[in-house]
């Protein structure tokens, strides 16, 4: 069965907590958290200030996707407010391996991002040091965006490499996932799912959740 990792970027930040224990009792498997810093994506969103917050709010597992311009620097900051798994994108790590090596150091599991148009050459031979991929469907910055069907080869190309090098990798795509297009996605070998703006745009988050997950 697939996991599903609400995206809190869709949330109402005024009752952040109550909307992430909405849809950890829907059902959610992670709770997914955008970092964004205004200079990697052209939108500022959160800090390890609210990761820190909302840590015991919820025993989900935080997956922290930072959106940031040299991560390295942030790291044991996000580590230290209690992420669980922590994604880097490979175009903003021009030292991805040493990055990855600085997660699992702060006792974190590490995990990469592709942007819709990076190809998965780029993280090939890091494909034994990381726990997730994380293939971006939508240009990352804001929720609510429109998925790209043309990344979709790009999972089944990840999927082929985990199954000969990295059986147990979560293969995880974020962006412009609903009912329709996570069908796609796990057709194609993703078995994480993050959804934003599907999950929280809807009245009832449980039935969202069994939605997107297929039930
Ligand atoms: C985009 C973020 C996503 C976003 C997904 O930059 O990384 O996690 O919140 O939102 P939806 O599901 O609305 O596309
Ligand atoms: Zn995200």
Redesign the pocket.
């Known amino acids: 069965m697939v996991k599903i990792a609400p995206?809190i970027?869709?949330a109402d930040f005024a009752k952040l907590g109550e909307e992430i224990k909405d849809v950890e009792r829907g059902g959610a498997d992670y709770i997914?958290v955008?970092v964004m810093d205004g200079h990697f994506?052209p939108n500022i969103t959160i800090g390890p200030l609210i990761v820190s917050a909302i840590r015991p709010i919820t025993t989900l597992p935080l997956d922290v996707?930072l959106?940031i311009e040299n991560p390295d620097q942030y790291i044991p900051a996000f580590a230290k407010a209690g992420a669980d798994i922590i994604t880097v994108h490979a175009e903003a790590c021009p030292h991805l391996h040493r990055t990855l090596q600085l997660i699992k150091e702060h006792g974190v599991k590490p995990g990469v991002v592709l942007n819709p148009s990076t190809p998965v050459e780029m993280i090939k031979h890091v494909i034994e040091d990381v726990e997730m991929v994380l293939l971006?469907t939508?240009n990352?910055?804001?929720?609510?965006?429109a998925f790209i069907p043309s990344v979709l080869p790009k999972i089944t190309e990840v999927r082929k490499l985990a199954d000969q090098f990295n059986p147990g990798l979560e293969i995880e795509v974020?962006?412009?996932?609903n009912e329709q297009t996570a069908i796609l996605c796990k057709e194609a070998g993703a078995n994480v799912l993050?959804?934003?703006?599907?999950i929280y745009d809807s009245g009832d988050r449980a039935k969202a959740i069994k939605a997107v997950r297929g039930e």
Do not use: K, T
């Not at 993050?194 to 599907?198: K, M, N, R």
């Open positions: 995206s970027l869709s997914h955008d994506v996707h959106m971006m939508v990352p910055g804001f929720g609510g965006q974020d962006g412009g996932v993050v959804a934003g703006s599907f």
